[in-house]
């Protein structure tokens, strides 16, 4: 199971496929920009696109899945009222629409695109991410401001100090709670830290649910920070904000690699005050252009040696 949002999540969940069939994703629904944020503020609904990267990513390897997956990606184009939407997006609201249940519409998407798991939104309410910003205004550094909505937060001058969502205290989604208590792996991560990966845990049943869980419980850090939202993070950050939002979450292993940690003995202390081990390791690609990216062969390698 991985939990988490938008290319991080897709990164893990190519990943894991090479590993097992038995996947199931919970994705963060506090998007909105763009396609998402449209359809999201027209019709009501959670925002789809990370469900849609989701259900791409679990698409198979044959020639159904390569197709599905292109299509469901194909974004429009020109000025017109469908451009700028993906098809995935579409359907998955379409789906919506037609079923009246979120989780039924998206069963029915991964159906339909023979997808190798199963996509699970962390809510069934959209959400909204309210974040305090330490020096939002460059001319007033010891100011701390609120900054609302996911595509601002994640573009943020300054440094986020706190995050909560809007509702306070959302309902989890029931499915993604019990899948949680039948897992065997819970991953977290990569991904914009604050906007998809801690929401989760801002989420009062599904943080206590991750925290139950009998399941191995692994961290893959992000191999760099993203400007605005994580500006200044070392890799053993990653860990110490984990720590302070959730102080009762426990970890087996934190994947990182070797060539993107600056202070080993910090994150090895780091990992330690929540009770894991440092899997040190090459899971970015090779490409000096793609140094930010996560290797999906690479990743099943260290996913593989940690579930052995």
Same mark, same amino acid.
């Given at each position: 199971?991985?939990?988490?949002?938008?290319?991080?999540?897709?990164?893990?969940?190519?990943?894991?496929?090479?590993?097992?069939?038995?996947?199931?994703?919970?994705?963060?629904?506090?998007?909105?920009?763009?396609?998402?944020?449209?359809?999201?503020?027209?019709?009501?609904?959670?925002?789809?696109?990370?469900?849609?990267?989701?259900?791409?990513?679990?698409?198979?390897?044959?020639?159904?899945?390569?197709?599905?997956?292109?299509?469901?990606?194909?974004?429009?184009?020109?000025?017109?009222?469908?451009?700028?939407?993906?098809?995935?997006?579409? #359907?998955?609201?379409?789906?919506?629409?037609?079923?009246?249940?979120?989780?039924?519409?998206?069963?029915?998407?991964?159906?339909?695109?023979?997808?190798?798991?199963?996509?699970?939104?962390?809510?069934?309410?959209?959400?909204?991410?309210?974040?305090?910003?330490?020096?939002?205004?460059?001319?007033?550094?010891?100011?701390?401001?609120?900054?609302?909505?996911?595509?601002?937060?994640?573009?943020?001058?300054?440094?986020?100090?706190?995050?909560?969502?809007?509702?306070?205290?959302?309902?989890?989604?029931?499915?993604?709670?019990?899948?949680?208590?039948?897992?065997?792996?819970?991953?977290?991560?990569?991904?914009?830290?604050?906007?998809?990966?801690?929401?989760?845990?801002?989420?009062?049943?599904?943080?206590?649910?991750?925290?139950?869980?009998?399941?191995?419980?692994?961290?893959?850090?992000?191999?760099?920070?993203?400007?605005?939202?994580?500006?200044?993070?070392?890799?053993?950050?990653?860990?110490?904000?984990?720590?302070?939002?959730?102080?009762?979450?426990?970890?087996?292993?934190?994947?990182?690699?070797?060539?993107?940690?600056?202070?080993?003995?910090? #994150?090895?202390?780091?990992?330690?005050?929540?009770?894991?081990?440092?899997?040190?390791?090459?899971?970015?690609?090779?490409?000096?252009?793609?140094?930010?990216?996560?290797?999906?062969?690479?990743?099943?390698?260290?996913?593989?040696?940690?579930?052995?």
């Amino acid at each position: 199971m991985a939990l988490g949002g938008g290319h991080g999540l897709a990164a893990s969940l190519r990943a894991l496929r090479k590993v097992t069939d038995h996947l199931t994703a919970i994705v963060g629904v506090a998007d909105d920009g763009g396609s998402s944020g449209r359809l999201r503020g027209e019709f009501g609904v959670p925002p789809p696109g990370d469900l849609r990267m989701a259900l791409a990513a679990l698409c198979g390897d044959d020639e159904w899945g390569r197709t599905w997956e292109q299509v469901v990606q194909h974004r429009f184009g020109g000025d017109g009222p469908l451009g700028g939407h993906s098809v995935g997006n579409l #359907l998955i609201t379409a789906l919506w629409e037609e079923t009246g249940d979120t989780v039924s519409g998206l069963d029915w998407v991964a159906a339909l695109l023979e997808a190798r798991g199963r996509v699970l939104p962390c809510s069934t309410v959209p959400l909204t991410i309210v974040a305090e910003v330490l020096g939002h205004d460059p001319a007033r550094p010891d100011e701390v401001v609120e900054v609302r909505g996911q595509v601002c937060v994640a573009t943020t001058p300054g440094v986020v100090v706190d995050i909560r969502l809007d509702p306070p205290e959302p309902a989890a989604c029931p499915e993604a709670v019990a899948a949680l208590a039948e897992a065997e792996a819970i991953v977290l991560g990569p991904g914009s830290w604050y906007t998809s990966v801690i929401t989760h845990l801002a989420i009062p049943e599904l943080a206590k649910a991750i925290v139950a869980s009998p399941a191995r419980r692994i961290v893959v850090l992000n191999l760099n920070p993203q400007v605005g939202e994580t500006s200044g993070f070392a890799a053993h950050t990653y860990l110490d904000v984990l720590f302070n939002y959730l102080p009762d979450l426990r970890v087996d292993t934190v994947i990182a690699d070797h060539r993107h940690v600056e202070d080993l003995d910090a #994150l090895y202390r780091s990992a330690a005050d929540l009770g894991g081990e440092v899997l040190l390791t090459d899971v970015g690609l090779a490409d000096p252009a793609h140094a930010g990216t996560h290797d999906p062969e690479r990743l099943a390698a260290a996913f593989g040696t940690v579930l052995a």
